[in-house]
């Protein structure tokens, strides 16, 4: 893997696909873990379409020691530094015969800890008492996200389609996108594999029609801190031996 190519992606392209980061037995541990879990809390989402995990690394916290393996730990501390943390974490299960679909879009909100008027934050939404917000937008240029795969993943069972370049745009509205210039990639990645990617990427994901899963941890990160009025839901300094215990 030559980690200079994968870095020029993500700054260029907005995302990049790194294959064989977990090995079989690492993701089956992890599916482990999954399947132990006490699916009947508020933060489980489950419906014949999808099956969701808010603040899976809180709810599953036996997966952390082999989520930021040594492999995970050296990429991120390779193409983005030291001082990058985790502020959102969430299992997505799409079943083999799901018919749900998300059309092109970013990601321009991040998970706080509650509502409060500050300038430059908002709108806010309240899903499932999640709070999420608005951002200034150098916060979401700075942060970043990696999809870990447990299953293959390609067109067919709603693997990521992105527009490449779309995330240095700034705020893209899909009904803006010009199909004359821009083009669509399927972001195809193999299970143990990972996908990283920009927030402001636009992105889309199609329905299931190859009657496989589509099993994905999704994982958000930061170096940006917020005013001391507001808190990220979520706070993982992955890389202290102490914060995953």
């Given at each position: 893997m030559d980690l200079a190519i994968k870095e020029r992606e993500i700054r260029e392209l907005g995302f990049s696909v790194i294959d064989n980061v977990f090995t079989d037995q690492e993701i089956e541990n992890i599916r482990a873990a999954i399947n132990k879990t006490d699916s009947t809390k508020e933060t489980f989402r489950k419906s014949d379409d999808l099956f969701a995990i808010r603040q899976f690394l809180k709810e599953v916290p036996h997966t952390k020691r082999i989520i930021f393996n040594d492999q995970l730990t050296a990429i991120i501390q390779e193409f983005f530094g030291n001082d990058y943390f985790l502020v959102k974490s969430i299992y997505f299960d799409k079943p083999a015969t799901?018919?749900?679909?998300?059309?092109?879009?970013?990601?321009?909100?991040?998970?706080?800890?509650?509502?409060?008027?500050?300038?430059?934050?908002?709108?806010?939404?309240?899903?499932?008492?999640?709070?999420?917000?608005?951002?200034?937008?150098?916060?979401?240029?700075?942060n970043f996200t990696i999809r870990i795969h447990l299953d293959d993943t390609n067109e067919e069972n709603g693997a990521l389609k992105v527009i490449p370049g779309s995330h240095s745009k700034g705020i893209y509205r899909p009904e803006n996108i010009d199909w004359n210039i821009e083009k669509e990639t399927s972001c195809n990645v193999t299970k143990g594999g990972i996908m990283i990617m920009k927030p402001l990427l636009l992105h889309s994901s199609g329905r299931t029609t190859n009657n496989q899963k589509r099993r994905v941890i999704h994982l958000e990160f930061s170096n940006q801190l917020l005013p001391k009025e507001l808190k990220w839901s979520e706070h993982l300094n992955f890389g202290c031996n102490d914060k995953l215990a």
């Open positions: 799901s018919n749900w679909f998300v059309s092109y879009h970013q990601d321009l909100t991040i998970s706080v800890d509650h509502k409060i008027e500050i300038l430059g934050f908002g709108p806010y939404t309240n899903k499932h008492n999640q709070f999420a917000v608005q951002p200034p937008l150098h916060i979401l240029e700075s």
